[in-house]
């Protein structure tokens, strides 16, 4: 087989050019799908139509003379050299070939039109991949916009359609906490507490006294600080 096919393409039934009626019998009982390379001997007048017409190679697409090889594949023939691909046209030869409705291809022009390729590099997908927003990617080009550390398997969020790993999404445009500075991103689950314009983490949210934690409790604010209602009540007295 000339090159490499895509995993995608490995489980098409390859057409293989053969000659010999025992490696056609052996090609039926594996129910594979085969054209025949043949010659008309003396005597033999069957009829003939080379399948490129008008852009017939020999140059007449009903002649075949003695001694000249022709393919068959299902009900259409060509002659040996114009048995080729319709994208490169390089004669398909010993190679495997792949038809796609009336048209002929070459295993590697195949791939190269039909292929699936990634959205980041355009280049052909050929074993993998992941899909993000209805497109393919390679494992290796589906990375952090930031850091482009790879994503593939990881947790990441986005951000105007372009993938973040958490931590650089949580650097790059999280709420930071009042209390540690650090951001709080919510990815995994995180709980936070909101008030006026000022952002904590669960575990942040205590009594700047007491540090007794203020969370699911009543609260009062002192300047930039938040103390439970009891530290509140000593301040007064």
């Known amino acids: 087989m000339a ?7 490995k489980g098409m039934n390859l057409k293989t050019k053969t000659v010999g009626e025992d490696r056609i019998r052996r090609a039926k009982e594996r129910n594979e799908d085969v054209a025949v390379l043949s010659m008309e001997l003396p005597g033999e007048k069957k009829t003939f139509k080379c399948c490129l017409g008008e852009e017939c190679l020999q140059g007449d697409p009903v002649s075949l003379p003695l001694g000249t090889k022709k393919m068959e594949y299902k009900t259409r023939q060509w002659h040996e050299k114009c048995f080729c691909c319709c994208m490169c046209k390089t004669p398909i030869g010993t190679q495997s070939f792949i038809p796609r409705e009336q048209e002929i291809f070459c295993a590697k022009c195949y791939e190269e039109k039909f292929a699936t390729r990634c959205i980041k590099c355009n280049k052909v997908i050929t074993s993998g991949g992941v899909t993000y927003k209805n497109e393919p990617w390679h494992r290796e080009c589906f990375t952090c916009t930031h850091c482009e550390k790879s994503l593939a398997g990881e ?14 999404f949580g650097e790059l445009f999280a709420k930071r906490c009042t209390a540690c500075s650090r951001p709080i991103t919510g990815i995994g689950g995180t709980k936070f507490i909101s008030f006026e314009d000022r952002h904590w983490h669960n ?3 205590f009594c700047a006294n007491c540090r007794t934690s203020l969370v699911g409790r009543g609260f009062i ?13 000593q301040k007064l007295m």
Do not use: H, N
């Open 3 to 9: 090159g490499v096919l895509s995993e995608q393409f």
């Open 155 to 168: 947790r990441f969020t986005s951000r105007d359609e372009r993938p973040y790993c958490a931590e650089c």
């Open 203 to 205: 575990d942040c949210f």
């Open 221 to 233: 604010t002192d300047q930039d600080d938040i103390i439970c209602p009891e530290c509140a009540k």
